[in-house]
């Protein structure tokens, strides 16, 4: 997607936002956190995500307009620094096996596929889901990112989908203090 201008002053973050379900309605709580820890936001969302957010609201919270699609060069007067961080959340086991399998199927994968490779963090975060967890080729695209250096957020050890009663309590087990804390520590030298 290219990126025009190098970072001046506060810390340029991109969000890239998966359909990830019910978590990614709480984005904005995430977005509010890292404004508030001098991070400049945009948020990139797959298209699948866009039935789980409030674009408008979080262009608010932002600054920036939520992008989902690419545009052509000549419609495209938007300022985009250097990211000094990229954050996936929530992530999905669709977006995360074609990252790492070099998919550049959405703006957002787009974004992370020219990303990889340049030392810039990469956290991704995922709902904890056992059931995810138990096919090989997730696992197995997981540890690859690792061993490229990506932070894998993906704690779903203990939990039994079956005993989580609603959204809501399947909402509140989203990692997003972890999140903002293994994005805070990307500040550290
Ligand atoms: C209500 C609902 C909840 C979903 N929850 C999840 C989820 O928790 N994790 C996941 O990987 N996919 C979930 N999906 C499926 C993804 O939206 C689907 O795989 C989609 O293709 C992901 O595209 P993306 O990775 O480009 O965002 C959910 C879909 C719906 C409609």
């Not at 945009?42 to 674009?55: E, G, H, Q, Y």
């Not at 408008?56 to 990211?83: F, K, Q, T």
Request: proline letters at 8%; aromatic letters at 8%.
């Amino acid at each position: 997607m290219g990126y025009p201008t190098m970072t001046v002053g506060t810390r340029a973050l991109y969000i890239v936002v998966c359909g990830g379900g019910y978590p990614a309605g709480d984005l904005p709580a995430f977005v509010r956190q890292a404004a508030t820890a001098d991070w400049d936001i945009r948020v990139v969302a797959t298209p699948s995500s866009l039935k789980f957010i409030d674009t408008a609201l979080l262009a608010n919270l932002s600054g920036h307009p939520v992008r989902s699609e690419y545009v052509l060069v000549e419609d495209d007067d938007e300022e985009r620094p250097i990211p000094d961080a990229v954050v996936v959340a929530p992530a999905t086991f669709n977006t995360v096996n074609k990252f790492a399998t070099g998919i550049s199927d959405t703006l957002a994968l787009s974004l992370l596929n020219e990303t990889i490779g340049s030392g810039i963090p990469i956290i991704v975060a995922l709902p904890p889901n056992p059931t995810h967890a138990k096919h090989p080729a997730f696992l197995a695209n997981i540890a690859t990112l690792r061993s490229w250096g990506v932070e894998v957020i993906f704690d779903y050890e203990g939990v039994v989908l079956e005993n989580v009663p609603d959204i809501e309590a399947w909402k509140a087990m989203f990692p997003w203090q972890k999140t903002f804390d293994a994005l805070e520590a990307t500040k550290k030298p």
